[in-house]
């Protein structure tokens, strides 16, 4: 099982990114996103059921981010509008064999660096 996660980049503040991640191997239930900015931990960022197609967001990007799947190319988005230089962190993706993610996510990409400048 691989999950890739590419697109991050720089951009200025209020612009906009879209991460992708190619998920190959397996499809699993649930897929996330979280993000880990310098010297802060892991924080969550969206997820969404594979099947059902069903999103959950951290009120932090709600209204901003949106997370989406394509089930023919086994990939997931994450399209990132009106960036805030707070938003700036290594980016992952994550994969779960549970319904929520209930009991936490089995496998993770390697990251995508999105910088965000003011």
């Known amino acids: 099982v691989q999950l890739q996660a590419f697109g991050g980049g720089l951009v200025q503040a209020g612009g906009s990114l879209r991460l992708s991640c190619a998920a190959s191997?397996?499809?699993?239930?649930?897929y996330g996103w979280f993000r880990q900015a310098p010297g802060k931990e892991r924080e969550f960022v969206a997820r969404?059921?594979?099947?059902?197609?069903?999103?959950y967001y951290a009120d932090i990007v709600k209204g901003r981010f949106t997370i989406s799947r394509d089930n023919a190319k086994n990939t997931v988005y994450l399209q990132m509008n009106s960036l805030k230089p707070e938003d700036t962190a290594i980016y992952y993706c994550?994969?779960?064999?549970?319904?929520?993610?209930?009991?936490?996510?089995?496998?993770w990409g390697q990251g995508t660096k999105v910088t965000v400048s003011s």
């Open positions: 969404i059921s594979w099947v059902v197609g069903t999103t």
């Open positions: 191997g397996r499809t699993f239930s649930t």
């Open positions: 994550a994969a779960s064999r549970d319904s929520g993610a209930v009991r936490g996510y089995d496998y």
